[in-house]
């Protein structure tokens, strides 16, 4: 969500067109009529471009923690002095945060001036000020009490807290170096029992700005590659969020995304080391080389047990004299190569200075200027692909290359500008991020450009990383309720109603399905969601054409993180009602094992043979796919466990929250909540 104001926008569109590619000719910014900042919106008159590409921005230019002045500082403190092993300064949400913090600080010395400084959080209007609810103040929380945020832990400020410290710690270990940000120059009290409290207690606003700082951040970031992780992206945060719908198909639900533009980064193959596609140089895996190396340590023992000792002589002989030839041959192939050498760089001078043209200079990058360096690329890759070339040739080559790069432009005698490394860099999109236009926009809105933040987030986590729910009136249709309490309580009465061997049971099953079961659970439901989703894909890619390169089908990215949010991290987040009354699988798969007869468990489950045939008798006795056996006992469980959680709201309308919004936001959450739960009962009825 763009929460850029109408007038700093000049700065960033200024900062792009130094930087990045920024399709003016087809793009406006101005004020959205959605939200209270400005937005992208498709110039009427480019309707029928074909350009999908809004935006190109080199990897090298985004605001990462791999990119800023203090990234070695960075890494040394994670190394050296890092306290606490839940803050990682180096990855994450952790490093763009204090990453941006000092990048403002450093002012006109930092290359993102012109963008930052137009996000500063110290300038927002406090009625719209991005604070996080875990710093919301006692009454507000208490009016969200037994809502989703406070289930799952959203309330607690201990994290915000503890990555406050880590900060302030760096930034005093740092300060020489890197110079001293405002909101991190405190003197932390010795006792580190104390820390917590003496900050929320003596300085609280220091804690709500920093906090502002989090949110602000996090609400633009994006997930570039492994290499970079989350990072600012200048341009792609002016494009505003727009919720997903849920479509009806045949007699399912799904959820459909209306965003018109996508975040497309090459970020499979980027090396973690030094963020090259395709590195040869760093071995990800080190655990992997160890075996391999182990392995074949094993089997040139295994070798040399079976070499008898009058062998082990003649061989220690063939290698010392293996060792000598080697010295020799190398000595003369060292003098043949300087003589290669220096008639290469006779020759290589020769060629410079007939070869030596002037290259053009570019006065506007336009994507037909673009489009033209990607060809040449293509068509110099091609060219090295079909040329045969001998071991000698190549390893000559080689060396011209490496010579060449060392210095740049020697070969032309013309010394780059800005302008023409910034186009060469956006002529090799595996080095850059892209904004691409997926589906045109609406005329309702506009023709604003919307992006989404993913199409599985519920307002609950909306509202912890972006700041913003939905409107009840324009319902998330990713909502859902936890029954986690209910269940506990479902589960403490059985115990006390029943014999001490149904306990004894039931503490098995249970165990059973947290060691076990549940990650089989989690997979199968996973694989069975990505085979419909597969097959939905196909039926969409039947309707239309895209070019190579994305379109509205490259939704690859988003796809993980759907299985990621629909995942639960525990058995004890298992049940869950949906938006659309629905029961998670996860659901019935709990209950289904509570429920289970404990002779059928032990011998159908504990004593299956094979992890096979465990997969196919889950998916058979305990999801919802295949045997809908005791869902009439599960639904009424559900159903009072519903009412249970709808008797547990405050009455929330008789309290104040501090603004206007944040009372919006409360009372938002909870009616969306109350309409699911009411829409379950309704529907098991």
Known sequence: MSNTDSDKVDNVLGWLEKNAFWNADILSVEESKTTSGVGVFLKTDSSEDEDNLLLRIPKANILSSKNTF??????????????????????GMHSVVISFIYELYAGKNSPWFDYVSTIDPKQENDEFSNIPICLWTTEEKEMLKNTECDLLGMLNSDELVQFYIECIRFAHINEKYAGMPEIFDLELPSDSNELESFLTRKHFEKVV????????????????????????????????????????????????????????????????????????????????????????????????????????????????????????????????????????????????????????????????????????????????????????????LSLSEDEAESMPNTQTGHSMSAEEELAAQLSDSSQCCDIVLTNPPLEEYKYELFNTYGNTLSNPYLLQRYGFVNDFKEPNVNDSCLLSVQMFSYLKNYKKNNSGIKVKQLDVKLQWYEEIGFDIVNDLVNDYESAHQNEDDHEHHGDHEHEDGGGCCDN?????????????????????????????????????????????????????????????????????????????????????????????????????????????????LIKQEQCILQRVINKLS
């Open 70 to 91: 203090i990234c070695n500082l960075l890494n040394d403190f994670n190394e050296l002095y890092s306290g606490n092993p839940d803050v990682n300064l180096t990855k």
């Open 209 to 396: 700005m920093f906090a502002k700082y989090v949110q602000t951040v996090i609400s633009r970031a994006f997930a570039v590659d492994d290499f970079h992780g989350l990072s600012l992206v200048p341009g792609a945060d002016l494009f505003n969020h727009i919720v997903p719908v849920m479509q009806q198909q045949d007699e399912t639900s799904k959820i459909q995304g209306r965003e018109n533009v996508h975040f497309v980064c090459d970020g499979d193959d980027v090396c973690t080391i030094c963020g090259e596609s395709n590195c040869e140089n760093h071995d990800e895996d080190e655990d992997e080389e160890e075996e391999m190396i182990e392995e074949i340590e094993e089997e040139e023992e295994e070798e040399n047990d079976g070499i008898d000792e009058h062998e082990e002589e003649d061989m220690e002989d063939d290698e010392d004299g293996l060792v000598e030839n080697d010295l020799a041959s190398s000595s003369d192939s060292e003098g043949s190569d300087e003589n290669n050498e220096s008639d290469e760089h006779d020759e290589n001078q020769s060629d410079q200075e007939s070869d030596t043209e002037e290259i053009p200079e570019i006065s506007e990058i336009t994507m037909d200027y673009i489009k033209e360096m990607e060809d040449e690329l293509d068509d110099d890759e091609d060219s090295e692909a079909e040329t045969a070339k001998s071991d000698e040739e190549v390893s000559t």
């Open 556 to 668: 690859e990215g988003e796809d993980a993180e759907m299985t990621d949010n629909t995942t639960p991290e525990t058995w004890q987040l298992s049940p869950v009602v949906r938006y659309d009354g629905s029961l998670s699988p996860q659901t019935y798969s709990l209950l289904k094992i509570i429920l289970m007869p404990y002779k059928l468990f032990q011998s159908k489950l504990v004593k299956c043979e094979t992890n096979r045939k465990l997969s196919r008798r889950i998916l058979h006795l305990l999801l919802p796919y295949e045997n809908t056996s005791q869902h009439e006992e599960i639904h009424q469980l559900i159903k009072d466990w519903c009412q249970s959680r709808l008797s547990r709201y405050n009455d929330y309308t008789s309290m104040k929250a501090s603004t206007k919004v944040r009372e919006e936001i409360i009372h938002n």
